[in-house]
Every structure is written in structure tokens, then in C-alpha cells.
T-cell receptor, first 112, second 114 residues
Framework: DQQVKQNSPSLSVQEGRISILNCDYTNSMFDYFLWYKKYPAEGPTFLIS?????DKNEDGRFTVFLNKSAKHLSLHIVPSQPGDSAVYFCAASNQAGTALIFGKGTTLSVSS | DTEVTQTPKHLVMGMTNKKSLKCEQH?????MYWYKQKAKKPPELMFVYSYEKLSINESVPSRFSPECPNSSLLNLHLHALQPEDSALYLCASSQPRGLGDEQYFGPGTRLTVT
């Protein structure tokens, strides 16, 4: 039973445009959400996070939006760059003590 | 310094071998993790150490044996593995304020069991 779902396995975007990656979750106990980026043969790299008390968090080109009522979050990358091409994982946790639960990932391809 | 290092990068071992994976961090993190990642799948949690004590074991077979000698080091001892154990093994660490948030991952060890 997948608690964190990334329903789009892949996304292709042109350089300079916006990339929007989506993530849904089912466990209402999750209260902290993270996005990781992963290149082949490397470990995941932390990108940005958001607590459930917020609905938006911004860091440079990356913005994460959280809609708790819909149990949905999204990562916006503006403007997209070819170096952003990677697999993006959404992850969630319950700060009461469970570890990260990852989605299956979305492969982003940014073409120049 | 937000680096987690792992050695070796690649490991090929037979089913009767004994080997160890090593992980090190110097960020003062007191929670350390082992994850297993198969191709085209998300990382799956194996073990969590909190303040050098094993706090979570996700029903991992006993052929995998974790060890946390001190707050900076985490080992994973391997013995009598099966070919299906071939995967990328990832180590991560996080601040002690709570498990799960902002884990920093190492580059992983690519393990092949023959």
C-alpha cells in the first residue's frame, strides 16, 4: 500500500519553462514533506522541505506547495535548466518518529 | 560540511563471502540510516540508529547486520547474501531533533551478489 504516490513516471520540459512535479499522500499523520533529487549512481540530494503548518516554501528556483485538504504537494522549478534533469523523489515523515517514506520518483528531462 | 561518505563504491561478492559496508559523517548528526534501493524503485528503509542505538529494524533478514561504533560511523556487515540482495545501499544521517527530516545521503555502495 503506497502511502506516497508520484503518479507521473516522467516529465519533459524545455529549458527556461516551469517544471511542476506532483506528489500525493494518503497518511494524514504525515507532517513533514521533502523533495530529493537523484542523479544516476549517486545518493539522493536534499532539495527543499515543508512542514504541515505551512502551505508554501521557496528556495531560489524551487518552490514547494502543500495542500493538506487534498493531501497533495507539488514542486515547481522556475526556470528549468538542463542540469535539473534527474529523478525527483517526494518523501514524507511523521515527526513522532517514523523515518522517510519515499514515492517512486519522477524522471525530469529538461531540453535546451 | 554536509557530506556523508560511503565505502566501497562498488562491491562484488559471492554468496559465501563476508563483507562490510562503511558510512561516515561529521555533521554531528545523531541519527543514521541504512536504505536499500533497487533499480527504478524508491529507497527502502532497513535500519535506523538513534544516539548509537538501534531504534528501527524494518524486518531485515539476519544476513544483514548493522553496527554503529560511534556517533560518526555506521557499518553494515554482510554474510551469506543472495543474488536478490544486489542493489544500491544508501547511508543517510539527520539532526537529532527528530527522525525523518532532512536526511543527508551518501553516494551509496553498488552491491552485486554472484
Amino acid at each position: 500500500d503506497q502511502q506516497v504516490k508520484q503518479n507521473s513516471p516522467s516529465l519533459s520540459v524545455q529549458e527556461g519553462r516551469i517544471s511542476i512535479l506532483n506528489c500525493d499522500y494518503t497518511n494524514s499523520m504525515f507532517d513533514y514533506f521533502l523533495w530529493y533529487k537523484k542523479y544516476p549512481a549517486e545518493g539522493p540530494t536534499f532539495l527543499i522541505s515543508i512542514s504541515s503548518i505551512k502551505d508554501k516554501n521557496e528556495d531560489g528556483r524551487f518552490t514547494v506547495f502543500l495542500n493538506k485538504s487534498a493531501k497533495h504537494l507539488s514542486l515547481h522549478i522556475v526556470p528549468s535548466q538542463p542540469g535539473d534533469s534527474a529523478v525527483y523523489f517526494c518523501a514524507a515523515s511523521n515527526q513522532a518518529g517514523t523515518a522517510l517514506i519515499f514515492g517512486k520518483g519522477t524522471t525530469l528531462s529538461v531540453s535546451s | 560540511d554536509t557530506e556523508v561518505t560511503q565505502t566501497p563504491k562498488h562491491l562484488v561478492m559471492g554468496m559465501t563471502n563476508k563483507k562490510s559496508l562503511k558510512c561516515e559523517q561529521h555533521m554531528g548528526h545523531r541519527a543514521m540510516y541504512w536504505y536499500k534501493q533497487k533499480a527504478k524503485k524508491p529507497p527502502e528503509l532497513m535500519f535506523v540508529y538513534s544516539y548509537e542505538k538501534l531504534s528501527i529494524n524494518e524486518s531485515v533478514p539476519s544476513r544483514f547486520s548493522p553496527e554503529c561504533p560511534n556517533s560518526s560511523l555506521l557499518n553494515l556487515h554482510l554474510h551469506a547474501l543472495q543474488p536478490e540482495d544486489s542493489a544500491l545501499y544508501l547511508c543517510a544521517s539527520s539532526q537529532p531533533r527528530g527522525l525523518g527530516d532532512e536526511q543527508y545521503f551518501g553516494p551509496g555502495t553498488r552491491l552485486t551478489v554472484t
